[in-house]
């Protein structure tokens, strides 16, 4: 494996989404992440998704950045986009009753 630098973050949400809210937040999710991969800066963007013995769905992106400058120019970029389109993140997770863990994590090489 080869050495990372040591800027290097990542951006990781966990989601709960009811089985109802399941197809609109995946909508929604593949036009976010096909915008997020063309920005600067981004390595890597991974999806992981487990569905619980409810039905409900636990579902996890994972966007590793070069810094965290790059992370916070595509927070820039995305609320931009979601301005121009007249889309509100929070707004549709509120309506779909979804709940959103975000945060910045760096490597532990310990």
């Known amino acids: 494996m080869e050495p990372q630098p040591d800027n290097q973050i990542a951006f990781i949400s966990k989601y709960l989404i009811p089985a109802a809210s399941k197809a609109p937040f995946l909508e929604r999710q593949q036009i976010a992440a096909a915008f997020i991969r063309k920005l600067d800066g981004l390595i890597s963007s991974h999806a992981y998704e487990r569905v619980t013995e409810t039905g409900d769905t636990e579902y996890i992106t994972i ?24 889309f509100n993140r929070a707004e549709m997770l509120q309506k ?9 994590f760096r490597e532990d090489r310990g």
């Open 63 to 86: 966007a590793t950045w070069v810094s965290e400058e790059s992370v916070g120019n595509a927070r820039e970029a995305v609320n931009a986009e979601n301005q121009r389109t007249g």
């Open 96 to 104: 779909l009753n979804i709940k959103m863990e975000p945060g910045l």
